[in-house]
């Protein structure tokens, strides 16, 4: 997003955080959101006259209250009227703030109900199950698969075995404008982050760590980046020994096989 548009987006969570709804509230504002983002995705004239800075405020909120103010409650409808009357850079950019805010009041639904961590997780372990399955992944990046068949199958997949707020997050990820699946969610899973004022570091290692090993990983890293660090921890044989970190784009390798590797290339090179 350029300047413009990042600030309007802090605003509108700052809006979002102060609302004082309840969990059940915040589910339901999550859900008509997104219903809302899914409508301007399809709809350029509709999202290009609710992003220019040309036309009046009052205008606009005519136009948000005749389009949904009977068919979302009335706190996503005045939550709309405010965020379409902040300024932002491209229409693109009011869809991708609007879908930021729906799934954000997923996760703080999440956290009002105590089952943040759980979401995560969920969505953390399901991340890597797309990543596993190349028929999946390939069903939930086709732009050619309507949303509404995305989320039968991801319903049909998740939804007993999954919280409400975990399937509606990962339901929108799928549906995700100009990102793959995995980008999304994981631009997502850094939205949950985010509310706690921490990082997520994704650990892959050879054998499952002791919990004295991940409380020391995690201290380590929070010193290193001056924030709370959450581990996502996932086991890989091949590795045979040691870890990778990942916190972001960084990547901190500690693996027996990255050692090894080092050791062939510095062979290589003296003989």
Not at 10 to 18: I, Q, Y
Not at 26 to 54: F, K, M, N, Q, Y
């Amino acid at each position: 997003m350029l300047g413009a548009s990042r600030t309007a987006l802090a605003e509108a969570r700052t809006r979002l955080s102060g609302l004082g709804a309840s969990p059940t509230e915040l589910g339901t504002l999550s859900e008509e959101l997104l219903a809302v983002v899914e409508l301007l995705g399809r709809e350029l004239p509709l999202r290009r006259t609710l992003a220019d800075t040309a036309v009046d405020v009052d205008a606009k909120t005519a136009l948000v209250t005749a389009l949904f103010g009977d068919k979302v409650s009335a706190r996503t409808a005045q939550l709309l009227v405010e965020v379409v009357g902040l300024r932002w850079s491209r229409p693109g950019d009011l869809v991708d703030g609007l879908e930021a805010l729906g799934v954000t009041a997923s996760f703080l639904q999440a956290d009002g109900d105590g089952t943040l961590d759980r979401v995560e997780d969920e969505l953390f372990r399901f991340e890597r199950i797309v990543e596993s399955e190349a028929d999946l992944r390939l069903a939930l990046d086709d732009p050619n698969h309507d949303p509404a068949g995305k989320r039968r199958l991801l319903s049909t997949l998740l939804s007993d075995k999954t919280t409400e707020a975990t399937l509606r997050v990962i339901v929108a990820a799928a549906g995700a404008r100009r990102r793959s699946f995995a980008e999304a969610l994981t631009e997502f899973a850094r939205l949950a982050a985010d509310l706690r004022n921490r990082l997520n570091a994704r650990v892959t290692a050879a054998v499952q760590p002791s919990q004295p090993q991940l409380d020391r990983l995690a201290q380590e890293l929070s010193r290193l980046y001056g924030r709370q660090v959450g581990l996502r921890v996932e086991v890989d044989p091949q590795l045979l020994g040691g870890l990778v970190v990942r916190v972001g784009e960084e990547v901190i390798d500690a693996s027996v096989v990255r050692r090894l590797d080092g050791a062939r290339r510095q062979l290589a090179e003296h003989v």
